[in-house]
């Protein structure tokens, strides 16, 4: 069973900080790109970061300068350093295996068999 499960949420004032972290049981977990997505209040859920099994990574607008993507394989884990929060930051965040390119960069899909987990809540509010 691929299983990702998220953790690092909490509450936050703007210009603050939180690391996300994203853990994975049931795959090979170097073989795949992560990515991260999240999913505002009355908003549609869409891709924030995401990192190959190069390294390669790409970012959503939004979040350009004030996010990094990392990975480290030996233990299992991506995360996500969000520095320089804003209030429009707020959601729920969700990491999931995602596909790549011919050029091996990752895209904002779900590979096939992937599901979304519960995601962990960051609000940023003063």
């Known amino acids: 069973q691929l299983q990702l499960v998220e953790s690092g949420g909490g509450l936050v004032r703007p210009g603050g900080s939180l690391r996300l972290s994203c853990a994975a049981s049931g795959f090979t977990w170097a073989y795949y790109a992560i990515g991260w997505f999240r999913q505002a209040p009355g908003k549609e859920r869409e891709g924030v970061s995401c990192?190959?099994?190069?390294?390669?990574?790409t970012y959503a607008d939004s979040v350009k300068g004030r996010f990094t993507i990392s990975r480290d394989n030996t233990k299992n884990t991506v995360y996500l350093q969000m520095n320089s929060l804003k209030p429009e930051d707020t959601a729920v965040y969700y990491c999931?295996?995602?596909?790549?390119?011919?050029?091996?960069?990752?895209?904002?899909?779900?590979?096939?068999?992937?599901?979304w987990g519960q995601g962990t809540q960051v609000t940023v509010s003063s």
């Open positions: 999931a295996p995602v596909m790549t390119t011919v050029q091996a960069m990752c895209v904002m899909t779900l590979i096939d068999f992937a599901s």
């Open positions: 990192i190959s099994s190069s390294g390669k990574t």
